[in-house]
């Protein structure tokens, strides 16, 4: 059995096999079990020396134990039986994993210190991720079972995990083929497989993962003078930084639930692979209810409701691209419109800059370095040239184009610029990731002392966007890297002020220490859809070091004097593109009336009246709303389901009765009746609810 290799690998892999696979997993094995018993009379020694410790639990409370005789297994169960630091048997049934000192830790993992401990359940983000990575591994190990496959990556993501590999032969499996892999866990999961930890050297592991070259291409990256951790479950040995589940049994409920290819490297000209995804839970009914949601998602999914109402569509000649219909483009300009209003009030110029660049700007900016490679470029004239990714290095040549002086100060440049980014084609999915996109993009000039205030101005506008669309908001903190620019006193007074304004914006907040920008600390804003995902749009980014790079100043109060300014990045959409999409899963199509595409639908019950039903359009028409006359041969009934289907906000009925009184019947898409009223107290109506929207 050999495995075949695609063109664009530069070393075949078929080169690096001497033997079956089994044959490779059987010596994977055999070297494992003999370093591991290895390291279990290491422990074993270290216990017998009786080192006493301290574990303290996150009310203050703290038990004595023993440095590598216990776990946090037994650690948890003396403190439970001693009524000690909140522990139930309740917290420890449901733990998946524990923090010691604040890092991630396997519950079978001894403890080797005087240390804090917290259980982490399954309910919260940690737990999840290493219930879900600790699957990934089951995984892995049916697709090795099952397929004879070369693994390569198998991580967990945030709703889910999967595992890349390589079939023999370079063979692709569909679904039902890899669903097999179900059966074979459900298998390892009766037996209760346990997760064994274990540290090696880079020699060590290379040893047993000679065979394969994606595993040989990790270790030789890591330096001889430092240790690789492995985990074996049942007969997977893989590399893993850990932690995981202490055995398979917790996994009540597994299932394959999708499959696609991938790239090796990540890139388009990398080896193809076989990605399969899966997903597992605790417990059966938290699956049943996954499934739930899953077909929830699936009546929303803003690609299926986008053919329904024809909104937009995409073709192969410009993949990554929306054609944006009429009735999508309304909802577009729609929200474009509101968020100039919005500028108007707030004191935004916007500006229009240009697509294309060269790449000097970008290697003036710094993105050339890091970013080209996600860049559309081509040569004009022995320049290279590019799409531009992003707005801000334009603007900051905006600034640049006169001497600015301190009074112009803040200075808050807006865009609805057309970015283009160069996707991976099967990382593209409908709007929510695109190759061609507007954001409601803007830079902020300030001084460091405008900095508070501009920021709270930020905020103000990104809750009163959300408020409207009812999503709520989880704000987070991201600070000074350990790779940071700039001097740490400004990056101090900056990160204190920040945190004073996500204080008093009534909103619960998060720090991420270390996580910010090398040019500047950042808020990001994650939004909840009606289906309780979030999703990241709104951002708000102080920026040290791009008006450094680009040596822009202003004149101060003191004549002569120059400063540089700071340089605030934000979004509130973000990508208009993807904001869109998650706004039509949040509102499962059914659109506010402020930007519905289709507003008002008339039905004429006979055609004797269609001259007056159309003269009612072109009233509501000229009075600013999108309205439609069903003057085709179904009957009224059939009529108004279909315009309920349609989801027009209101749906106006013109009989006889009302022709003759020159009056409109009326009644919502949810069949709520309004009754009879005149066309002139209608368009009140349709103006005040707008305006109570906005």
């Known amino acids: 059995m050999q495995y075949k290799q695609q063109k664009q690998q530069k070393q075949p892999l078929a080169s690096a096999a001497k033997a079956e696979p089994p044959a490779f997993w059987a010596k994977r094995i055999t070297l494992f079990e003999e370093l591991f018993e290895k390291a279990k009379a290491d422990i074993a020694e270290k216990a017998n020396q009786h080192k006493p410790i301290k574990v303290t639990f996150a009310n203050g409370e703290s038990v004595d134990a023993e440095a590598f005789a216990v776990n946090a297994f037994a650690v948890g169960k003396k403190a439970m039986e001693a009524n000690v630091g909140g522990i139930t048997k309740e917290v420890i049934d449901k733990a998946i994993v524990c923090k010691v000192n604040g890092q991630e830790w396997d519950l079978s993992r001894p403890l080797e210190d005087s ?52 079939l023999p032969e370079a063979k692709q499996i569909s679904l039902e083929d890899a669903k097999a892999c179900d059966s074979l866990v459900n298998g390892y999961t009766k037996k209760k497989q346990q997760f064994q930890r274990l540290e090696v050297t880079p020699d060590q592991a290379m040893q047993m993962f000679e065979y394969n070259p994606f595993k040989v291409a990790i270790i030789s990256k890591v330096p ?36 696609s290819s991938s790239f090796a490297d990540g890139t388009a000209t990398g080896q193809v692979l076989q990605r399969v995804y899966g997903i597992s839970f605790p417990t059966k009914d938290l699956m049943a209810e996954h499934e739930k949601f899953l077909a929830e998602a699936e009546k929303r999914d803003h690609r299926n409701i986008a053919k329904q109402q024809e909104l937009f569509f995409f073709h192969p000649y410009s993949p990554g691209s929306a054609f944006w219909l009429p009735h999508g483009y309304r909802i577009y300009l729609g929200l474009v419109n509101f968020m100039r209003q919005e500028y108007r009030k707030r004191g935004y ?84 990731r695109v190759r061609r996109f507007q954001q409601d993009d803007s830079h902020i000039f300030c001084r460091v002392s405008q900095i508070k205030q501009e920021v709270a101005g930020v905020l103000d506008l990104v809750k009163k966007v959300y408020n409207i669309f009812d999503m709520p908001l989880q704000l987070e903190l991201s600070t000074r ?129 269609l001259d007056y039903a159309k003269k009612i359009r072109d009233i509501i028409f000229d009075a600013g709303f999108y309205v439609d006359v069903d003057d085709g041969p179904n009957l009224m009934k059939k009529k108004i389901m279909e315009a309920q289907t349609a989801q027009y906000n209101f749906i106006v009925v013109i009989g006889q009765e009302e022709a003759d009184k020159q009056l409109v019947n009326v009644r919502t898409r949810e069949s709520r009746i309004l009754g009879t009223m005149t066309v002139e107290a209608f368009i009140e109506d349709l103006k005040r609810l707008v305006a109570e929207y906005k």
């Open 481 to 609: 890297p350990d790779d940071f620019m700039g001097e740490i006193s400004v990056w101090d007074q900056a990160e204190k002020e920040l945190q004073e304004i996500l204080d008093a914006s009534g909103y619960k907040w998060k720090l991420n220490p270390g996580d910010g920008a090398f040019y500047g600390p950042k808020i990001d804003i994650h939004v909840m859809d009606a289906l309780k995902r979030t999703h990241q749009c709104a951002t708000v980014q102080l920026d040290f070091q791009l008006p450094k790079q680009f040596n822009l100043s202003f004149v101060t109060e003191k004549s002569g004097v120059y400063e540089q300014p700071v340089m605030v990045h934000r979004a509130v959409f973000g990508s208009l593109e993807r904001f869109i999409g998650i706004l039509t899963e949040h509102t499962a199509g059914k659109w506010p009336l402020w930007i519905s595409p289709r507003q008002v639908m008339i039905i004429p019950v006979v055609d004797r009246v």
């Open 115 to 166: 240390c804090t401990l917290e259980f982490i359940p399954f309910d919260e983000p940690e737990g999840r991720h290493v219930f879900w990575h600790s699957s990934a591994h089951l995984l892995g190990q049916a697709l090795e079972e099952r397929f004879s496959t070369m693994l390569n990556i198998g991580p967990a993501t945030e709703s889910n995990f999967f595992y890349d590999s390589l």
């Open 224 to 259: 001889k003078d430092e240790k690789i951790t492995l985990y074996r479950c049942g007969n997977l040995v893989d590399l893993c930084r850990g932690p995981h589940i202490p055995n398979a049994g917790y996994v009540k409920a597994f299932k394959v639930s999708a499959v």
């Open 349 to 432: 110029v916007e500006v229009l800059t240009p697509n294309i660049f060269s790449s000097k700007l970008w290697e003036v900016s710094g993105h050339w370095a890091h970013y080209k490679d996600n860049m559309f470029t081509f040569k004009c004239e022995d320049q290279i040239m590019g799409l531009k990714p992003m707005n801000c290095p334009g603007h900051c040549l905006l600034f640049q184009n006169r001497v600015r002086s301190y009074k112009e100060l803040p200075l808050r440049v807006a865009e609805f610029g057309v970015l283009h980014r160069n996707e991976l084609s099967g990382a593209l999915h409908g709007l929510t």
